[in-house]
């Protein structure tokens, strides 16, 4: 059956809609433990994928191997299931070197996770192991990919505002667009209109049970008793923070004006900037859910 995907630009609240999305469909009181949400949100770089596919070692596959098995990667994972399949990437909709980085022919919606790019920047830096200018820089960069480690095939991202255009303008394949502010701020709303945009049946009980098992603190405390598989080699830990305007306190006013500067557009449109260009995190916005 063909791919829903879960696309966001990293660190924009991917791994939290997965985990809401497995202990919705779980439907218990005890969470699902984070390194078991692959069991129901698939991601497609995963190299065991491109393993069973070309028949070797992950780690003797070139970045060049990793890009042309990626199409057949999408094709097998959407023969997993009779139903549709929900899959993580954080690619931007291109092409590298001719071949697609989401394959139109398997997929049949997606969701897209926008969260302030301020915010983004500072998590990013902190997932990559890297400093706020290097990351800023990153989000206005069309070349920016997250490389190949570990058991990860790369992704190509682009730009913060490239990558939010690339998936956003897929009208019909866009199921809806959700706000990492409005899953925080209101997530009983937010998560009802996630669970509708994705045809899934509303129930308000097991909605509730699968926020509050979802939940930052239940994720992070998962982390730390357990590990997490997608973690960062760079970084400290997964869930860090968490945080709506955390940039208020760790950007400084060169990197908030680059920022803006770089992804005006896109900020006026998601209601990461006011009427007068102001950053604010996360004001009216017609186009998401």
């Known amino acids: 059956m063909p791919i829903v ?70 094709r097998y994972i959407d023969r997993q299931r009779k139903e549709a399949v929900f899959v993580k990437t954080h690619s931007a909709v291109t092409e590298l070197d001719g071949v697609p980085t989401i394959l139109g022919e398997v997929t049949i919606g997606a969701l897209y996770i926008i969260r302030n790019p301020l915010d983004v920047c500072v998590s990013y830096a902190h997932h990559m192991g890297v400093d706020y200018d290097t990351a800023v820089v990153a989000l206005g960069s069309p070349e920016t990919q997250l490389a190949t480690h570990g058991r990860f095939a790369f992704q190509v991202l682009g730009g913060w505002s490239d990558h939010v255009v690339s998936w956003v303008d897929q009208k019909k394949a866009l199921m809806g667009i959700t706000r990492y502010e409005d899953l925080s701020r209101r997530p009983e709303e937010a998560f009802t209109k996630v669970v509708r945009a994705l045809k899934m049946p509303v129930d308000k009980a097991r909605l509730r049970q699968a926020i509050k098992n979802a939940n930052f603190k239940t994720l992070r405390s998962m982390e730390n008793k357990s590990g997490f598989i997608e973690a960062s080699k760079k970084a400290e830990r997964f869930f860090r923070k968490g945080k709506v305007g955390d940039w208020r306190t760790e950007l400084n006013a060169d990197q908030i004006a680059r920022i803006v500067a770089d992804h005006r557009t896109m900020m006026c449109r998601f209601g990461y900037l006011d009427s007068k260009g102001t950053p604010v995190d996360g004001g009216p916005a017609k186009d998401v859910l």
């Open 5 to 74: 995907w879960l696309a966001s630009y990293p660190k924009s609240g991917n791994t939290w809609v997965r985990s809401f999305i497995a202990n919705y469909l779980m439907g218990t009181d005890r969470p699902v433990h984070i390194n078991d949400i692959t069991h129901f949100t698939f991601g497609e770089h995963q190299a065991e994928y491109y393993e069973h596919l070309s028949g070797k070692a992950f780690d003797t596959l070139t970045d060049d191997d990793i890009n042309r098995l990626r199409p057949a990667v999408q």
